[in-house]
């Protein structure tokens, strides 16, 4: 009788031995910049992870990552810890340069040109001044006052100061230093946004600012019609797709074409609640054709990326420090 039960259990241990096993599902990790608390990007991005689960197929196991910085982002394709990374152009330009990332899409957009509003990867910014100022030229606005939405504003700082550098009214900088402003302008108001620089040109607290095609709609028409536009830069990227030398193929191929079926109108709303108010889809590029603009004006500013760092997560007030990256 033992013998039987002994046999019967041996039987037993190797059909489960040869049982099949579910395959292992491979993991996906999206690294998802930290526009806001990691809280809510998270929540916001649950469809995100559904939908490429959905796309991908039962054999995708897909994990929505935040790391605390865009630079963390950055480390994180560079380790391997991320596959894919939504980024805004400087942090994916760095990606690129840092971790040996590939720019595979560029996120197209609602924006303005000049009046024209179209659908585009790209956009312009623009110098203003009242309609009634008495400078007719950005040289004639040399000692004056100059107000600027932020200094890590692509559009709004970067691609401004570099105007500037080819114009002659700034000096290019020295090797390990950054363009100053105050080079040319008697002072330089940074304001936190457009909206901010309108209203204070508005109030004549400054005498120049500038106006970008990417704000919202009403404001861009109000100052467009109240000012006079001295000069213009660009093209000007938008945010970009980036994959990890480690998403091999046929893996990276079948990523990039779920990733453009979210700019189906019945997606747009989702990628519009943490990637940019205005999506509209995405196109297929690379960091030569879509980063190669900005690539030319950090060479001529030696800007360094820098972005504000949330030291405390979770509640309101947090301390910020600014954190600064220079460039290879």
């Given at each position: 009788m033992r013998t039987a039960l002994r046999w019967v259990w041996l039987i037993g241990l190797f059909l489960m031995a040869c049982a099949p096993r579910p395959a292992a599902r491979t993991r996906l990790v999206v690294a998802v910049q930290p526009t806001f608390a990691v809280s809510e990007v998270l929540e916001k991005a649950r469809p995100l992870e559904q939908y490429l689960e959905q796309r991908l197929g039962p054999d995708m196991d897909v994990e929505?990552?935040?790391?605390?910085?865009?630079?963390?982002?950055?480390?994180?394709?560079?380790?391997?810890?991320?596959?894919?990374?939504?980024?805004?152009?400087?942090?994916?330009?760095?990606?690129?340069?840092?971790?040996?990332?590939?720019?595979?899409?560029?996120?197209?957009?609602?924006v303005f040109h000049g009046a024209q509003k179209t659908e585009a990867t790209?956009?312009?910014?623009?110098?203003?001044?009242?309609?009634?100022?008495?400078?007719?030229?950005?040289?004639?606005?040399?000692?004056?006052?100059?107000?600027?939405?932020?200094?890590?504003?692509?559009?709004?700082?970067?691609?401004?100061?570099?105007?500037l550098v080819e114009r002659g009214l700034l000096p290019e900088p020295a090797e390990g230093q950054e363009v100053d402003p105050k080079a040319f302008f008697g002072q330089v108001l940074f304001a936190g946004g457009y909206g901010q620089c309108w209203e204070a040109l508005k109030a004549g607290q400054v005498d120049v600012t500038v106006i970008a095609g990417d704000v919202p709609e009403k404001l861009y028409h109000e100052v467009l019609d109240h000012t006079r536009i001295l000069e213009e830069q660009g093209p000007l990227p938008s945010h970009v797709v980036v994959v990890s030398p480690a998403l091999s193929e046929p893996l990276r191929t079948r990523v990039v074409e779920a990733?453009?079926?979210?700019?189906?109108?019945?997606?747009?709303?989702?990628?519009?609640q943490f990637i940019s108010g205005i999506f509209v889809g995405f196109q297929k590029t690379d960091a030569r054709t879509h980063l190669g603009a900005l690539r030319e004006y950090l060479q001529r500013t030696h800007i360094a990326f820098s972005e504000r760092v949330e030291v405390g997560r979770g509640g309101g007030g947090e301390e910020e420090e600014e954190e600064k990256t220079p460039r290879p």
């Open positions: 929505i990552y935040v790391p605390l910085s865009q630079a963390g982002v950055v480390e994180a394709l560079r380790f391997g810890q991320a596959h894919v990374a939504f980024m805004g152009p400087f942090a994916g330009l760095l990606a690129v340069e840092r971790a040996g990332a590939q720019v595979v899409l560029a996120e197209v957009r609602e790209y956009y312009y910014s623009y110098w203003v001044v009242p309609k009634d100022s008495p400078y007719p030229s950005l040289a004639e606005l040399k000692g004056k006052r100059a107000c600027f939405p932020s200094p890590i504003s692509t559009s709004g700082y970067i691609g401004p100061m570099a105007r990733l453009m079926g979210l700019g189906a109108p019945e997606h747009r709303s989702l990628m519009r």
